[in-house]
């Protein structure tokens, strides 16, 4: 099971913490990525970290305000995302993909997580 949290309801230009936890299984044996999906549109590869070497990959668009990182021993990864824009506004996912490096394509993850609503205010 992967359990995300940490969304909520921030001002632009502000900071938030989301986190993906699992249980049942051990993160470092796979690929982890965090999708992003507003109504009507598809899902988009946020960022990733690959299982074996943490090679990270970042949407253009947050790259340099986000980061993800995991933690073996708490087996979570978290995306933490700073100064967050209106854009920013939709529905984060987490998910896990047996691919043993980074893939942005959310296709390539066998197992999602629920989303957290990130919600940015002008």
């Known amino acids: 099971q992967l359990q995300a949290s940490g969304g909520g309801l921030v001002q632009s230009g502000g900071s938030l913490r989301l986190s993906c936890a699992a249980s049942g299984f051990t993160l470092d044996q796979f690929t982890i990525g965090w999708f992003r999906q507003a109504p009507g549109k598809e899902r988009e590869g946020v960022s990733e970290?690959?299982?074996?070497?943490?090679?990270?990959y970042y949407k253009e668009s947050v790259r340099g305000r986000f980061t993800i990182s995991k933690d073996n021993a708490k087996n979570t990864v978290y995306l933490d995302m700073n100064n967050l824009k209106p854009e920013d506004t939709v529905v984060y996912y987490c998910?896990?993909?047996?691919?043993?490096?980074?893939?942005?394509?959310?296709?390539?993850?066998?197992?999602w997580g629920q989303g957290t609503q990130v919600t940015v205010s002008s």
């Open positions: 970290i690959s299982c074996c070497d943490s090679t990270t």
């Open positions: 998910a896990v993909s047996r691919i043993r490096h980074v893939q942005t394509h959310p296709k390539f993850y066998d197992f």
